[in-house]
């Protein structure tokens, strides 16, 4: 540790500042979309669709066999149906949503 430059340094503190961004991304960009929706007057969750996607399925109302333990193999499969190849993998309806994708706003359902 006693040969470290200061090029090394400041690469690290780079990095992990960009590894940081990357995380807080989604936040970030939740807070200024509610407080965009608030300034035009619209619902701040739903943007006044009425309506917000399933967290498991994405609005899909479809999930993959396998669900969590199929961790690794999930980025390979995407990527070929991605380039029109069929999977392998069998499609199941989404037990949260009951296949619908979506669930009622229940900031619009107050109203």
Do not use: H, W
Not at 39 to 63: D, E, I, Y
């Amino acid at each position: 540790m006693d040969n470290i430059t200061a090029s090394e340094v400041a690469g690290l503190g780079v990095g992990t500042l960009l590894l940081c961004a990357t995380i807080a991304a989604p936040k970030i960009d939740a807070f200024f979309s509610s407080s965009q929706r608030s300034a035009l007057g619209m619902c701040r969750r739903c943007g006044n669709l009425r309506r917000l996607a399933c967290s498991r399925c994405k609005g899909t109302g479809s999930v993959k066999e396998g669900g969590i333990l199929r961790l690794g193999s999930n980025l390979m499969d995407d990527l070929y149906e991605n380039l029109g190849y069929q999977s392998k993998v069998k499609q199941i309806s989404c037990v949260k949503c009951q296949a619908r994708g979506y669930f009622s706003c229940p900031e619009c359902s107050k109203q």
